[in-house]
């Protein structure tokens, strides 16, 4: 893809200290940028998903999309005994085909990142959701406390919630002022910082045009990932939305020369699913993307079927339930 | 002005819906003299796969219905069968090449034999399950749970009663089902599944696909989530029975093994078509505790 980015991050991210400077400059900015074609976004989005991806290119896709999963649970009832199951899982999510790649990363709440790392060491990452997931509804100090807890803890990355009231009201600064605080609070002693995921809850964003505008905010603010949804909110993450959200990573890249992550979380459960969208990183985005380093999904269930779906190619035969952990 | 002839869409039936088939084709159906008829969909492996995920989803909720209401929902199948006599008899005349008399005859019996299953739903566990007498100070119950998944490869002569001969049996006791109709006869089938649709059978219990049973058992046989299968519509084929049954001994599925020549299915049936797809539980409980 040709590409006119500047070489030096440092100085293309300099270039717009001036939209971030205060809340006017940062709403005009925000606001002047151009709205999503709604009716485009999701026919482009339905067109990319008749792709007919077949036998080689299939097990490709089926392996990749493997190594891109976000192992996640995230419910009240998870006990340690639960967790660490499924950290074994991320490490040999096929335990009887040794060829079958692990998972990117395990994705718990903060409490549980020791529980994680026990088991999977540093073979496969850690990602806790962090800033009073998944409503975002606390004071900042205690999002802070609650980040710097899980980074102590050994989390590699950290999944935050952005503050949806505040955006909805029009309180940019705000937003924007948050991520840059938890970003700091991802520092480590050694000077090297947790991978920062920015959850937009689009559900909750109404409108394109809003994502469009947030993926814009939190790449700005020093965002590493942009995430759709916490899986908390229904609808969560759909083809249209990442859609809008691949285009925004494409088009600050070639503003600023710097790369930024995509994960879309909950709702994507079949291995079909997952290749449709692994296309439409391949088509808006570039292949680029296409590693576990910037893109990502986030998940539970579809790991099983993609595992169901890899068995049949090996073995000829449909595979079924039975034969894969329950979680 | 004449009227245009409404014609059929003969479709498939899977998950309670009847969708076309995935691959998009059909095929032509002839009458028994060699007439054109209708097309119907020719199933594809991959309409295997989705009746099997149909399946697989129904069998909670029915294996877990009382027997009591099993029998119900198959005694109001035979119900609404009688409601579409007439048609169930054309469909049977036109693919068998009986005479209306024979077709009128092949219509009783596979209402009767449903009701006769019907009548059994509730009384299986009583017959083929036991209290054993054992020398400890415990209480010993056996009793029958279904299988699960059943993949039936429907005969290919008799395209009716050979069809609710070889269906009732398995969802009575809780099983699920996967049919694939008769290859050259799957029209009386086709209105069989519009009869289930509309008598409180839970959508995904029964899928029946009009098909090639040479070309999807393969398919069904291999298939890891299916426990057990019925091969009496490769009757008379004894080479393919074989690979069927070597391909269903990788998940240890139950095998009905397929006859050498179509049964004939006007005589009671017994027991054994039931007990072909059941698993016996056995508990031992303390006594006086």
């Given at each position: ?12 991210l300099a ?19 151009p709205?999503v074609?709604?009716?485009?976004a999701?026919a ?14 299939k ?6 999309a ?7 649970t995230?419910?009240?009832?998870d ?12 490490l040999?999510?096929d335990p ?10 395990v994705?718990?709440?903060g ?35 609650d ?5 102590e803890?050994g989390a590699?990355?950290?999944d935050m ?8 009201a029009g ?6 002022d ?17 991978h920062?995921?920015?959850i ?7 409108t ?5 505008r947030v ?9 590493d ?9 229904q ?15 494409r ?11 995509v ?16 296309v ?10 296409l ?27 449909y ?7 329950l979680? | ?6 014609r ?8 309670g ?27 594809s ?21 009382t027997a009591?209401?099993r ?8 119900e ?11 469909a ?5 090449g009986?005479?209306?008399a024979a077709a ?14 019907a ?10 399950g036991?209290?054993n007498?054992?020398?400890g100070p415990?209480?010993n ?6 299988t ?13 009663l050979?069809l ?14 996967v049919v694939?109709s008769?290859?050259g006869?799957?029209?009386p089938a086709?209105?069989?599944?519009e ?5 409180d059978?839970?959508g ?6 009009t098909?090639d ?26 080479d ?6 070597v391909?269903?001994a ?7 093994r397929?006859p050498?020549?179509e ?9 054994e ?5 059941l698993?016996h539980?056995?508990v031992w ?5």
């Open positions: 893809m040709p590409t006119t980015a500047p070489t030096d991050p440092a100085a293309g270039s717009y200290s001036e939209v971030t400077k205060d809340e006017r400059a940062l709403r005009r900015f925000l606001h002047g940028l709205g074609d709604q009716v485009g999701e482009r989005a339905a067109a990319l998903g008749t792709r007919s991806i077949k036998t080689t290119a097990e490709w896709a089926l392996d990749l493997i190594r891109m999963v976000d192992l996640t995230l419910e009240g009832q006990t340690p005994g639960k967790v660490r199951a499924l950290a074994a899982k991320a040999r999510p009887s085909d040794p060829s079958c790649p692990s998972v990117a990363a994705c718990v709440y409490d549980m990142v020791a529980e994680v790392k026990s088991v999977v060491g540093d073979a496969v990452n850690v990602a806790a959701v962090a800033t009073a997931f998944p409503s975002g509804r606390a004071a900042l100090d205690i999002k802070l406390a980040t710097r807890d899980a980074v803890a590699d990355e950290i919630v952005i503050d949806r009231g505040a955006f909805l309180r940019y600064q705000q937003v924007f948050e991520i840059v605080a938890v970003k700091e609070a991802c520092q480590r002693p050694d000077g090297s910082h947790a920062l995921k920015v937009f809850e689009t559900g909750e964003l109404q394109y045009d809003n994502v469009r993926s814009w905010l939190a790449m700005l603010a020093g965002a990932f942009i995430k759709t949804s916490t899986g908390k909110v609808p969560a993450a759909t083809l249209p939305v990442t859609l809008v959200m691949l285009e925004a990573v088009d600050f890249r070639e503003a600023t020369g710097v790369q930024i992550g994960k879309p979380a909950g709702g994507i459960r079949t291995a079909k699913d997952a290749i449709k969208y692994l439409m990183v391949n088509e808006v985005a570039g292949d680029d993307w590693t576990p380093d910037w893109f990502r999904f986030g998940a539970s269930t579809l790991l099983n079927d993609l595992l169901m779906q890899r068995t049949k190619l090996t073995t000829g035969r595979s079924g339930p039975d034969y894969f952990t979680d | 002005m004449a009227r245009l002839d409404v059929k869409t003969y479709k498939l039936y899977i998950g819906a009847f969708p076309r088939s995935e691959s998009g084709h059909s095929y032509e159906v002839a009458d028994a003299a060699g007439r054109f008829v209708a097309n119907a969909s020719l199933a492996r991959k309409d295997v796969r989705d009746a099997v995920v149909a399946a697989r989803k129904a069998f909670g909720g029915w294996s877990g219905r009591y209401n029998g119900q929902i198959l005694y109001r199948i035979a609404v069968m009688e409601d579409r006599r007439p048609q169930f008899e054309d049977v005349r036109q693919s068998e009986l005479g209306a009128r005859g092949q219509v009783d019996a596979a209402v009767d034999r449903l009701v006769w299953y009548g059994w739903a509730d009384k299986l566990a009583q017959v083929v036991n209290a007498p054992v020398a415990f209480f119950h056996t009793a029958p749970e279904p699960g998944v059943v993949g039936a490869l429907a005969p290919q002569e008799s395209s009716l050979g609710v001969s070889t269906l009732a049996p398995v969802v009575v006791s809780g099983n699920v089902a694939v008769s290859y006869r799957p029209l086709v209105t069989f599944a009869v289930l649709a509309t008598s059978v839970p995904g219990v029964v899928n029946i696909l098909g049973a040479t070309v999807l058992g393969p398919w069904l046989a291999g298939h890891m989530d299916v426990n057990a299968i019925d091969l009496v519509g490769v009757a008379g084929h004894p393919l029975a074989g690979e069927l049954e391909a269903a990788d998940n240890l599925k139950r095998v009905r397929a050498a020549a049964p004939d299915w006007s005589i009671e049936p017994g027991l078509p039931m007990t072909a797809f698993e539980k056995t409980h303390p006594v006086g505790v």
